[in-house]
Structures are given as structure tokens and as C-alpha cells.
């Protein structure tokens, strides 16, 4: 079984102008079939989560956090009860368009190569996406992905058991990202975070930087009043394929089957950044209901 906790959410309004905004998000969920979200205000909130400071909120009574590694694991594990095969420490380095499919080159970590062929190609190569895509011969520069760095900060013990909840800003202009905000884990772990850097290059740069200590207390602090500074400590870091370049407003998931551009059988998802994880089932069944066997 994959552990799962239904902890719930809310996103808080600290200000009066972050309540249109907490009004605004609602009215969009409903109007996405999300029905059960709620506008509280302070003495609901201190019943929630008593430690922290909203003027009203948005609660999520269904949201709800997962062994992220336990999923990932029980994936590989129906991949190979399937019968299918995952080839680690190995670089997809040409794809080539034949009758009838597509010839893939593989090199693997002892820098030896093979090839094999297959009807159809799920391009599901997160921050290489368009990189795999552009070796297929799509080369699209609306599809180019931007490397956007978040980092993390660990709410220390012991004040990690004052929150119970992921608690949420209002999100980020042009949802760049969705604000530094409270998540926790399945075992009572704490994390803040993550910030926005976009990156002048597409390098893996996984480095979490201690300086910015400030910066996420400054942040945090306006709805988690109990913060002190020496509370939090580095992490951990991500990066997110964007799509959209910095300052352009936010794009939804790329999840195409390209015959419109010459390519059957050949399934592009590029941009799938967070919440692509949690969505990850629902992506799954979309793109199953592409594929004809």
C-alpha cells in the first residue's frame, strides 16, 4: 500500500487585498467542479491551526499529502509485473522516424549503444522533454523549456509540530509559482518553500543556498507569527520546466499526439511541472485514452 495522509489545506489571506484574491481562487474551483472548498475566517482558522496568523482562508478539507517514494516505487513495480522494462543510467540519443514507428538509440553508462523500435513514443522526459522532442524532428521554440530552481527550508524541531496542515500564501503573479508556502510529510517533517529563481541556463544546479535564509523567513513569517530566524535550515532544491518564459503568463501542460505535425503514434507532455506529481494518474489515463493498440 502507498501511505497517504487527507490532511487538508488552506490558503490564507493576511491582508485585505489578499481576501479579493482568496475570493477569486474560490470562485475559479467551483467553476472547475471543485466543490467542496470553504471561505473561513479567523476562529475557524485558530481551530484549524491555532499557531497560524490569516484574516480569512480557503479550506481544503480533501487535499492531502503521499509517500512520494512508495508511489514511485509501486509504479516501477507495475511497470515490471507488466512485463515492461526500465533502462537506468541510460540516455535516449536519437530518434529516428521509420515506416511503421520509430527507431530509438540508447546509450548507456558504459557508453555502449543499441537500438530498438516501437509503433509508438510517450515523451514523458520532464526537464529534457524538448530536448526528446526536438531529436524526433518537432523542433518547436513555443516549447522550449525554461529551467525555473526552487529551493526549500526545514522548519527545525521543535516547531514542526505546530502545524498539522499544508498551509498556503495567496499564489505568485502570473503563478510563477505558488508562493513559499507549509508542506509536510508523512512522518511530521516541515518544509518551506519553494521560492522562484529562474535560471539564465538550462543547468542542473541542485544547490540549496543558505543565504536566502532571510529571505524565506521574511516571507513566512507574516502567517507563521511563532517563526524565529534560527528555526529553519537548508534543504533541499528542485527545478521546474517551465514553458512560458519569465514574466509571460502561465501555461497549462503540452499533452499532444503530434499526427497534426506528421508524427503518429509519437505522444508529447512537456511543461508538466508542479502539480504534474499529483496529477500524475489523471495524466496517465489522458494520454492511455490516446494510445490505439
Known amino acids: 500500500e502507498i501511505p497517504f495522509k487527507k490532511c487538508g489545506k488552506i490558503i490564507v489571506a493576511t491582508t485585505e487585498d489578499e481576501i479579493r484574491i482568496i475570493e477569486d481562487i474560490l470562485d475559479t474551483a467551483a467553476g472547475n467542479g471543485v466543490n467542496d472548498l470553504e471561505l473561513i475566517d479567523r ?19 480533501s487535499t492531502g499529502i503521499v509517500d512520494t517514494h512508495s508511489l514511485m516505487k509501486s509504479l516501477e513495480t507495475g511497470i515490471i509485473l507488466n512485463g515492461g522494462r526500465i533502462a537506468y543510467d541510460s540516455e535516449v540519443t536519437g530518434i529516428r522516424k521509420i515506416a511503421g514507428g520509430y527507431e530509438i538509440t540508447i546509450t548507456d553508462s558504459d557508453k555502449s549503444s543499441f537500438t530498438f523500435t516501437s509503433r509508438m513514443v510517450i515523451n514523458s522526459a520532464g526537464l529534457a522533454s524538448d530536448l526528446i522532442s526536438e531529436m524526433a524532428g518537432l523542433a518547436d521554440e513555443k516549447l522550449r523549456i525554461n529551467f525555473c530552481k526552487g529551493e526549500y527550508f526545514r522548519l527545525n524541531p521543535p516547531k514542526n509540530r505546530l502545524i ?5 500564501p495567496v499564489p505568485a503573479h502570473n503563478l510563477e509559482g505558488i508562493g513559499i508556502h507549509v508542506t509536510i510529510d508523512m512522518k511530521g517533517g516541515v518544509k518551506l518553500g519553494p521560492d522562484v529563481s529562474w535560471l539564465s541556463s538550462n543547468v542542473f544546479d541542485y544547490k540549496v543556498t543558505a543565504s536566502k535564509q532571510d529571505e524565506f523567513f521574511r516571507s513566512v513569517r507574516k502567517f507563521l507569527p511563532f517563526l524565529e530566524y534560527d528555526d529553519l535550515s537548508p534543504e533541499m532544491a528542485g527545478i521546474r520546466p517551465k514553458i512560458q518564459r519569465r514574466g509571460e503568463p502561465a501555461r ?37 485514452e490516446m494510445i490505439s493498440i
Open 164 to 168: 498539522n496542515r499544508l498551509v498556503y
Open 43 to 61: 476562529d475557524r482558522i485558530a481551530e484549524l491551526e491555532p499557531s497560524v496568523f490569516a484574516l480569512k482562508a480557503v479550506w481544503s478539507p
Open 252 to 288: 497549462d501542460f503540452y499533452i499532444r499526439e503530434e499526427s497534426h505535425r506528421g508524427m503518429p503514434g509519437f505522444i508529447n507532455l512537456i511543461g508538466i511541472e508542479s502539480p504534474g506529481l499529483t496529477s500524475c494518474l489523471a495524466i496517465a489515463n489522458y494520454v492511455r
